[in-house]
């Protein structure tokens, strides 16, 4: 089972940005769908964006244009780099790796980004 380990949010102004980081130990990466989601308070978590290994990957139509996930299997980490923020984008954000063949999935433990002025 792979353990995942988010770098800190925070407070970031609206039209700001901010880069998330997802370290993974325990396994490689390179059986896994990485992603990212999101919960804002009272509402269901949701998709933000995900990577195979091969490197596709996919946007929520929220963050498209304004979000870019990549992945390094060689230093097992994953990024998030959100640009242009809004308060919309204000959330928990959760890493998660799926594994390709087993479908086992494992989730970070979340940190909270917040975009206001």
């Known amino acids: 089972q792979v353990q995942l380990v988010e770098s800190r949010g925070g407070l970031v102004q609206p039209r700001g940005s901010l880069r998330l980081s997802c370290v993974a130990s325990?396994?490689?990466?390179?059986?896994?769908?990485m992603g990212w989601y999101r919960q804002a308070a009272g509402k269901q978590r949701e998709l933000v964006a995900t990577q195979l290994s091969g490197g596709s990957t996919n946007y929520a139509d929220s963050v498209k244009g304004r979000v870019t996930i990549s992945r390094d299997d060689a230093k097992n980490t994953v990024y998030l780099q959100m640009n242009d923020l809004k308060p919309e984008d204000t959330a928990v954000y959760y890493c998660?790796?799926?594994?390709?063949?087993?479908?086992?999935?494992?989730w970070g433990q979340g940190t909270q980004v917040t975009v206001s002025s």
């Open positions: 998660n790796a799926r594994h390709v063949l087993l479908g086992r999935a494992s």
């Open positions: 325990g396994s490689s990466l390179r059986n896994y769908v």
